[in-house]
Structures are given as structure tokens and as C-alpha cells.
């Protein structure tokens, strides 16, 4: 029996599928309006094809609640870049033309001919972790606001202004001394003060996030804690942006995933390599700062780092190659660890 591929345009307000058969011609197409019974109507309509796969855009996105259904439902899915899609319907006759029938065509067709797509799987601990360092990061993007905010008031009200560093402890030793003489003064600390009561509540808030961070670590049972550099809010991150590392063939596939290895730029003779600024670039961020905390702290990745310098590299580039040493690493502990608990389930 033939497997119709089903390819999904998500909206807000509308999801448009069409189904293809093995060739990538439209043998059915329907809209559907996203309300609560969505799902329900897009099984009844695709049970007339019982060997059917979906591919639904940007799994991650929009399509998300839809492409965690259909993996709820044990259906297969797949998803599809929206840079994919797009490079499908330009190289499509009259490719400027978008419409959502169009655009759920060419999610089908680059799902059919293309084997190399990830499969949507049910959310899992990597998700939870994506949540929380995602919350985090906003608690400390909000945070760094308002001690900003905060340094900048205690400027106007202190001589000589707050010192560098502002901590809610610093800040309420500063603010006891403070003797307002102006009714602006006065003003002045009062708004002070509810900063301060900010910025106390938002300690508290990313003391809360972390240990929440701890205990889904803790659940997944990695350690990428055990490696030097590597601590709980980045072990968090690593692993909500990887998720299920088998998708990654080898460590040189991983290593361009994270954009710590360097394109091939080379032209006849001329043999060289230039900076890969691709990639995941959350992980990027995340193994720079693995490489700065082993480069100043000492150990292995130090030590790396000055024979990298001894033969002749420049700072830049042998931090570079920290990097890429440190990915290849982080990819074999994770597959390490997968192992151990597939071993443990067996």
C-alpha cells in the first residue's frame, strides 16, 4: 500500500493540509480553523489514507501543539524548516506566488524527498528544561534592568554614586545613610526602594528557577555536570537544545549543529577554513563560556588552550579550538549517558 504524505501549514487561526502521494502530486488539500476540536477533524480526514505521514512546518513554532499531537496519537511525524519550504516553492513553477495550499505542498513535498528530517517526538525532560532556562533567562534579563534602574537613582541620591557590582544587600546598606532634603529626593527614594523590593523578589524568583533546574537535571540523569566549567544553569541549556542526541550521526556532525567547526573555504591550492557563524548559537554561547571558565580556571582545557598558543595560534583562535574540542566532548558524555540508561531500561 502507498504512504500518502501529509503536509501541514500552521497558523494562528488556520492550518492548511494537503495530502501528496509517493510522486509529490496533490491527490486532497483542506483547511482547518484552529479551535478545540482541530485535531479531531484533521484524524477523521486523513483516515482515508491508513499509511499516511505527516509533515507539519516549524514543529517547533507555530506548529508545535499540532505536531505534539499527532506524536501523542503515535502518528508519523516529521518537521519541516521553514528554510526548506521556502526553497521548495521559489524552485516551484510560479515560486513567487504564496498561498497557504502552496505552502502546505512543498512542506509535503520536502518531506518526501528529503530523509534527513527530525522526527517530532512527545515533549520529554528536555523540554521542561528548555521552559525553565528560557524563564530564567528572562528573570535575569529583568533583573539586570532594574539594578540599572536602581544604580542609576542611587546616583542622584548618593555622592559620588553606587558602587559597581549593585547587590539588593549593597543597595539597602547604601539606602540606610540616605537624609532626602527635597521633596524630588524624597521621590527619589521612594522609587528606590520599590526597586529594591524588585529586585529582591527577582533573586528570589531565579533562586526558585535554578533549584527547579536542579531537580529536572537530577531526573534526567546527565553528567554533564561532572564536567569542568559546567554548571547548572548551562548543563540546563545544553540539554533543552539538544534533546534526543542520536539524531547526531557523529561528533563532526554535532560540532556543526553547535557552529564550533570551521567551514571549508578552500579555492585551488589555497587551503583554509573560515568562522562558522551558523548553527545553534544558544550552544555556540553556551561552550564559549565553557572555554573562558576551563581557560581561566586551569586543568585539561587550559592546558589545551596554551599548547594550542605554543604552536603558534592566536588567542582567538585557540580559544576557537577549545570549542571544538569541548563539543566533541559534551557529544560523548551525552551519548554515554544514553547509553547507560538504555542499558538500566533494558
Known sequence: MRVITIGIDPHKSSHTAVAVDAAGHKISQRRFVVNDGTFQQLMRWSEQWPERRFAVEGAGGLGRTLAQQLAAADEDVVDVPSTLSARARLLATGGDRKTDPADALHVAQVALFRTDLRKVVREDQSTILRLLTERHNDLVNERTRITNRLHAVLRDLLPGGAPTRLSADKAATLMKGIRPITATDNCRRDIARDLLADLRRLDRQVKDNEAQMRDALAASRTTLTSLPGLGTVLAAKVLSHIGDVS????????????????????????????????????????????????????????????????????????????????????????????????????
Open 247 to 346: 539524531r547526531f550521526p557523529t561528533e563532526h556532525h554535532f560540532a556543526s549543529y553547535t557552529g564550533s567547526a570551521p567551514l571549508d573555504a578552500s579555492s585551488g591550492k589555497n587551503i583554509r577554513h573560515r568562522l562558522n557563524t551558523g548553527g545553534n548559537r544558544a550552544l555556540n554561547s553556551a561552550l564559549h563560556i565553557i572555554a573562558i571558565c576551563q581557560i581561566r580556571d586551569g586543568g585539561r582545557g587550559q592546558d589545551y588552550y596554551r599548547r594550542k598558543i605554543a604552536e603558534g595560534k592566536t588567542p582567538t583562535e585557540a580559544r576557537r579550538a577549545l570549542k571544538r574540542r569541548l563539543s566533541n566532548v559534551v557529544y560523548r558524555t551525552m551519548k554515554r549517558d544514553q547509553r547507560k540508561q538504555l542499558t538500566a531500561a533494558a
